[in-house]
């Protein structure tokens, strides 16, 4: 009996000991940073800031839109790591005088990612620095938006956007909201 306690001890040690670690390794963060990526960083920060808009929204939304997919082209026709429908990428590119080739340019990261971002800072303008309503209009489209806060279905300062009454839209900025949460707690000090 004495030696089966004398085992459990030593176990519960080596479990403790192993967290102790795991904890000091910061293991969890490191796991966590391969799950939330700061991929095309370079480019992320070079226009989060010429645009002024938080680098660290812009890679949770490059993570629900793409998942930092260059390459990927949605059921609706959006295109890039930013999800860009090639319409309004046309009009923000030329607003910016970057030169654009529906074939080509919106699987350039960095022009995607600039155009992206640039159209993004347009919709947290319109939307009054509301970047919930911004993530909305840029899911949905600015139409919606402006429809729902005009029948009183969301407010006008986005604080009840569970009401949302697209469900991919709701679910949309719920999965944004959370991700900036998860990439302002593991990179907000860098």
């Known amino acids: 009996m004495l030696k089966m306690l004398k085992k459990f001890l030593i176990l519960i040690l080596l479990v403790v000991l192993l967290l102790l670690i795991l904890k000091i390794l910061n293991i969890e963060n490191i796991i966590l940073k391969k799950i939330y990526p700061t991929d095309y960083a370079e480019f992320?920060?070079?226009?989060s800031e010429k645009?002024?808009?938080?680098?660290l929204l812009i890679f949770s939304l490059i993570k629900a839109e793409?998942?930092?997919n260059e390459n990927v082209i949605s059921s609706s026709k959006a295109m890039g790591l930013m999800q860009l429908m090639d319409s309004t990428a046309q009009q923000v590119a030329k607003n910016i005088n970057?030169?654009?080739?529906s074939n080509t340019t919106l699987y350039n990261p960095e022009d995607n990612?600039?155009?992206g971002i640039k159209y993004f800072s347009e919709l947290i303008e319109y939307y009054n620095q509301n970047y919930i309503l911004a993530l909305a209009a840029y899911n949905?489209?600015?139409?919606?938006v402006n429809n729902w806060i005009e029948k009183g279905i969301i407010k006008e300062d986005g604080s009840d956007a569970e009401n949302i009454p697209f469900k991919e839209t709701n679910n949309y900025v719920r999965k944004i909201l959370n991700?900036?949460?998860?990439?302002?707690k593991l990179y907000m000090n860098i």
């Open 66 to 68: 793409s998942n930092f």
């Open 51 to 55: 645009y002024d808009v938080d680098p």
């Open 179 to 184: 991700n900036y949460k998860i990439y302002k």
């Open 140 to 144: 949905a489209g600015i139409g919606n």
């Open 98 to 101: 970057l030169e654009y080739n």
């Open 44 to 47: 992320v920060y070079k226009y």
């Open 113 to 115: 990612i600039q155009l």
